[in-house]
């Protein structure tokens, strides 16, 4: 192709940050060419997960979201403190969170994202998969287009949305290579087992999910496991920090194992099939480690390659920020009068509507630098509860004794003190 025969737009990447830029953008008129290395769209991607539909909405209307493949509509949320022999789950259950347009769904992305990318197809843009970019083209000061194979492409703007190791952010000076700091390490199974099973061992009547993370779980690694129920299988999986899984023996399949088998979780699995298993980088740091810029003449950078992932601390939020950013981008595209209008029009979107949310949580990962959050804590959480419902005959010791005895066997005073000042500051 000559830069004469340019498109209007060239995405790379087919997660939900490039297929939502490429519905909008497809659907307003424009000629847009997105480029996926993977097979399909959904393929390369892990995602445990579950989607808050706020921004999905927005993309698709209610007509067809309800057509979208989504698996459970969420209504229960836990979180289990592991000990060596079981755990002390809390169990909030909220029927208000499926009423109307239920407030999140979990997803099974290889085939969401595939759904997705047929919906741009039918609004006109052109999906070209099985083709890795490896090279963006720049003239006068001026990104103009990709290598793709061998083939040059030119186009008025070109997004990048390849995701948390963005080559294309790299190369075009706007971000540094990631570091052990900035990203986590995932890991996730998914594993079939028949609906009525899920419904009875999570208490769920059809179509209601849960989500269950795990604090414990992680070999004193800031991080934890998560558990997701689709329809007929369970998302499972560890999310650990990269720098804290190197400096350990542990080979981050060996904890997912000694996870699986923990008498707390195999129960739930018990009678399973695995039948995907994959590993992925996360972003950790949030606001935080957002880049100083987000675009460049000619180029934008939208979704995890532009960094916009919410750590709540053991919860990831980015699908949902990553469609937003996919809107957001395309918006500014339609309202801007030449390229070198889009990336300021794109900040200004992005100003308003993601980064006041993203600034509430920017001190959440600081929580994740507390060390005994990972093992002393989830550990004294189930002695009180061992004290609370252990009888065996003997006198017992009073409630204020005991409780005072476990927490000093567990954790200084010191470090309760520190530990607390840090978690109140950091939310
Ligand atoms: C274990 C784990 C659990 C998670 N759980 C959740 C969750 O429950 N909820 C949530 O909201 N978020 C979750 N996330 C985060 C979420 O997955 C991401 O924020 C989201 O997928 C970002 O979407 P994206 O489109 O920006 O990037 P991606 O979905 O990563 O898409 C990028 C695409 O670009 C393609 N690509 C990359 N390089 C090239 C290239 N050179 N040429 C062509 N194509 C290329 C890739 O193949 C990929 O398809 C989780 C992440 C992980 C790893």
């Not at 087919?14 to 393929?43: D, F, M, P, S, W």
């Not at 706020?54 to 229960?76: H, N, T």
């Not at 480690?289 to 950078?301: A, H, I, N, S, W």
């Not at 939208?302 to 949902?320: E, P, S």
Request: proline fraction near 3%; glycine fraction near 12%; include cysteine.
């Amino acid at each position: 192709m000559s830069d004469e025969e340019k498109l209007d737009v060239i995405i790379v990447g087919g997660g939900l940050a490039g297929l939502a830029a490429a519905y909008v953008l497809a659907k307003a008129g424009k000629e847009v060419v997105l480029i996926e290395r993977g097979t399909a769209c959904g393929n390369k991607n892990m995602t445990g997960g579950r989607l808050y539909v706020y921004s999905l909405l927005s993309l698709l209307g209610p007509e067809l979201l309800a057509e979208a493949p989504l698996e459970r509509a969420i209504v229960k949320e836990q979180i289990t403190m592991v000990s060596a022999t079981g755990g002390m789950t809390l169990d909030y259950t909220d029927y208000s969170f499926k009423e109307g347009i239920p407030q999140s769904y979990s997803i099974l992305r290889s085939v969401f994202d595939d759904w997705l990318a047929g919906k741009a197809e039918e609004a006109g843009a052109m999906i070209v998969t099985g083709i890795h970019v490896d090279k963006i083209m720049e003239k006068n000061g001026k990104i103009v287009g990709v290598d793709a194979a061998g083939e040059e492409m030119f186009a008025d703007t070109v997004i990048a949305a390849d995701g948390v190791n963005s080559f294309m952010a790299q190369q075009a000076g706007l971000r540094n290579d990631l570091t052990s700091r900035e990203v986590g390490v995932g890991v996730k199974e998914m594993i079939e087992l028949p609906e009525e099973v899920i419904n009875s061992r999570f208490g769920l009547q059809a179509g209601e999910g849960a989500t269950r993370l795990f604090v414990g779980v992680s070999n004193g690694i800031s991080g934890g496991g998560f558990l997701y129920t689709n329809k007929s299988s369970l998302s499972l999986g560890l999310v650990v920090n990269s720098r804290g899984l190197g400096n350990q023996r542990k080979k981050l399949h060996t904890l997912m194992q000694e996870f699986k088998m923990h008498p707390a979780v195999y129960p739930l699995l018990d009678g399973g099939k695995t039948v995907e298993y994959a590993a992925h980088l996360v972003n950790e740091l949030g606001f935080v480690g957002l880049p100083q810029q987000l675009y460049r003449d000619g180029l934008v950078v939208i979704g995890d390659a532009a960094g916009f992932v919410i750590n709540m601390g053991n919860t990831i939020r980015g699908m949902d920020l990553a469609i937003w950013s996919g809107i957001a981008v395309a918006k500014a595209i339609l309202e801007a009068r030449t390229s070198a209008e889009v990336g300021p029009r794109y900040m200004e979107n992005i100003e308003r509507d993601l980064i006041p949310t993203m600034k509430v949580y920017q001190s959440y990962p600081k929580l994740l630098e507390i060390p005994r959050m990972f093992t002393e804590y989830p550990k004294l959480a189930n002695d009180m509860m061992h004290y609370l419902f252990a009888v065996d005959g003997s006198v017992p010791p009073k409630l204020s004794k005991a409780m005072l005895g476990i927490v000093k066997n567990n954790v200084s005073l010191g470090s309760l003190l520190s530990d607390g000042w840090k978690g109140v500051t950091s939310l």
